[in-house]
């Protein structure tokens, strides 16, 4: 038995010696860097037939640890496309390995900043990684503006880019985003995929709409922000994927009464208009419940939870085939399968 300690004691010494040597010497560290960086330039496995979806960003805009702005991407083995691209969320596209130079598109469900501050980010991103042509940003009327907008101001980085790296590698009119408005009320057809917008309830923002995702007999909803509407109802009865917008009524109380307490007047304010014009979790779970819906998956959480009080808390009602989300988790439908997998 003493011999087996003495073993177990020089094996681990041994380990010790050699986990300092890699880390603390250059050999050690270009080493570990070779092995790490030919690790991570691997491509991705291909993706299984079906849609896959993955959180990019979960959080609304008050600010929550670990957690990005309003960010969904839904892909299948010929498609990608991102439902808003609020701030942070494009650098968990890259931790996701997605690839930025087949993206097909950007959805905007409405304009406000925390689902569109990091567009200029991705489209930079799409154009380097040599996307073929503009970067396409569908949306309701208004989205001209916004992307047009962008384009103005990112006329100077264009110029930069292509100035250092060569007009080859980046054409200057691949790095100009193209608006493509539909209305309210509109369906996309991309070969066996098909993205429906109908219109959400934002009030008073305006327009505002959600997007429903069909692919092989697989479906997914993804609201961006509203309330819970006839419409909405109607629109993922049979859907097998909803991913919704989502306030935590008992905790945005809680900090109301907190800082109207501590006299910060305009926060407490804020506090009180954003509670009609987001989805109550209590009314998601009556949605889940009332309808044939497979999963309901919480994201643009208001607020986003900090620890494991807050999720419980967002998770008192919840039903059985609910789902509070957190960024980069997948959601895989396989085609020919009423199976959802979900990968944390």
């Known amino acids: 038995m003493q011999r087996i300690s003495k073993l177990a004691i020089l094996l681990l010494a041994f380990v010790l010696v050699i986990y300092y040597l890699a880390l603390n010497t250059e050999g050690g560290q270009d080493f570990l860097l070779s092995r790490g960086t030919a690790a991570a330039n691997q491509p991705p496995a291909p993706l299984s037939d079906g849609l896959h979806v993955y959180v990019c960003g979960s959080a609304a805009p008050l600010p929550a640890p670990g957690r990005a702005q309003a960010c969904i991407a839904v892909l299948t083995p010929e498609h990608y496309f991102i439902v808003d691209v609020g701030s942070g969320s494009v650098n968990n596209l890259g931790l996701g390995r997605l690839p930025a130079e087949r993206l097909d598109g950007v959805l905007l469900s409405h ?8 567009l ?28 047009d907008g962008f384009n103005t101001a990112l006329t100077h980085d264009r110029q930069y880019r292509t100035e250092h790296h060569g007009a080859d590698l980046l054409p200057p009119a691949s790095g100009i985003m193209e608006p493509v408005e539909h209305p309210l009320e509109a369906t996309l057809e991309f070969g066996e995929l098909t993205i429906t917008s109908f219109a959400a309830d934002h009030s008073p923002v305006e327009p505002a709409v959600s997007y429903r995702f069909d692919y092989k007999g697989r479906s997914v909803v993804i609201t961006g922000d509203t309330v819970v509407t006839d419409q909405l109802r109607s629109m993922v009865d049979d859907a097998d994927l909803l991913v919704t917008d989502a306030l935590s009524l008992p905790i945005v109380d809680a900090l109301h009464t907190a800082v109207s307490s501590a006299g910060n007047d305009r926060f407490a304010k804020i506090l009180v208009d954003i509670q009609d014009y987001h989805a109550h979790v209590a009314d998601v779970a009556e949605l889940t419940r009332s309808t044939n819906v497979g999963t309901t998956a919480l994201y643009h959480l208001v607020p986003g939870p900090r620890n494991r009080l807050m999720e419980n808390i967002f998770k008192r009602e919840f039903t059985d085939n609910m789902v509070l989300t957190h960024d980069r988790m997948w959601f895989e439908l396989p085609a020919g399968s009423d199976e959802i997998n979900i990968t944390d």
């Open 111 to 118: 304009f406000h900043s925390d689902h569109i501050a990091d």
């Open 120 to 147: 200029p980010t991705i489209n930079v991103i799409a154009w380097a990684s040599g996307h073929e042509g503009p970067l396409k940003v569908y949306g309701p009327p208004g989205i001209g503006q916004v992307v």
